[in-house]
C-alpha cells in the first residue's frame, strides 16, 4: 500500500470550512483513498473514500487531483464534534492483502469555537 | 443495529494473568479484525477472520496472543500470560463483503500492572 503524508495538526474555527491535505505520491493506479477518523477514546470511523473522482457524502467531501498525488478531505462547516485525529489511507479495494487498514499518525484536527 | 459490541470496556489485571477480550461483530458482516492502539506504535492491525477463520495473523505480537472467532456472531482475544507492555485500547471491527467501510467497536482498555 502507498505511503500517506499529512500535517500532525491543523485548528479550525467553528463553522468553516476545515480542509485536511494528504499526500500519496507513490499511489498505484487500482489504489484507492480513504479516510477515517478517531474521535477521543472512540474507535476509528469511515469518513469517505474514493478512486480519482471528487466524492460527497453527508459527512465530507473528497477532493483528489488529476494526477492522484494528493488530495483534501473537506468538513464543510466544522463543529465542535468534529474534533478528532484523521487519518489518510490508500489501498487495494476488496484486495486479499493481509494489512486491509494501515493507519499512520494521522492529523489532530481541533475546531476551535 | 447496535453496532459492533466489545466487552469489557475496561480490563485492569495484574501481570501473569490471563486476559480474554469479546467482541460481536455487527449481523451480516463477514469479516472481523482485532487492532491494538498504544502512543508509541498507533493503530496495529493484529489478525483477521473471514467467514470465523483466520486469514492472517502475522500482526500477532507473540505465541501468548490468540484469538478464535467459533461463530458468525462471537470472536475472542485471549493474552496469557498478560504482561505489562500489552496495555493498551484493543479494537474489534467489521465490514461486510464488497463493501470498504470497517466499522469499529468502542474498544477494551487494557491496563497490565
Known amino acids: 500500500d502507498a505511503k500517506t503524508t499529512q500535517p500532525p495538526s491543523m485548528d479550525c474555527a467553528e463553522g468553516r470550512a476545515a480542509n485536511l491535505p494528504c499526500n500519496h505520491s507513490t499511489i498505484s493506479g487500482n489504489e484507492y483513498v480513504y479516510w477515517y477518523r478517531q474521535i477521543h477514546s472512540q474507535g476509528p470511523q469511515y469518513i469517505i473514500h474514493g478512486l480519482k473522482n471528487n466524492e460527497t457524502n453527508e459527512m465530507a467531501s473528497l477532493i483528489i487531483t488529476e494526477d492522484r498525488k494528493s488530495s483534501t478531505l473537506i468538513l464543510p462547516h466544522a463543529t465542535l464534534r468534529d474534533t478528532a485525529v484523521y487519518y489518510c489511507?490508500?489501498?487495494?479495494?476488496?484486495?486479499?492483502?493481509?494489512?486491509?487498514?494501515?493507519f499512520g499518525s494521522g492529523t489532530q484536527l481541533t475546531v476551535l469555537p | 443495529d447496535a453496532g459492533v459490541i466489545q466487552s469489557p470496556r475496561h480490563e485492569v489485571t495484574e501481570m501473569g494473568q490471563e486476559v480474554t477480550l469479546r467482541c460481536k461483530p455487527i449481523?451480516?458482516?463477514?469479516?472481523l479484525f482485532w487492532y491494538r492502539q498504544t502512543m508509541m506504535r498507533g493503530l496495529e492491525l493484529l489478525i483477521y477472520f473471514n467467514n470465523n477463520v483466520p486469514i492472517d495473523d502475522s500482526g500477532m505480537p507473540e505465541d501468548r496472543f490468540s484469538a478464535k472467532m467459533p461463530n458468525a456472531s462471537f470472536s475472542t482475544l485471549k493474552i496469557q500470560p498478560s504482561e505489562p507492555r500489552d496495555s493498551a485500547v484493543y479494537f474489534c471491527a467489521s465490514r461486510e463483503t464488497g463493501y470498504n467501510e470497517q466499522y469499529f467497536g468502542p474498544g477494551t482498555r487494557l491496563t497490565v500492572t
Open positions: 449481523s451480516g458482516h463477514d469479516y
Open positions: 489511507i490508500v489501498r487495494v479495494a476488496y484486495s486479499g492483502s493481509a494489512r486491509q487498514l494501515t
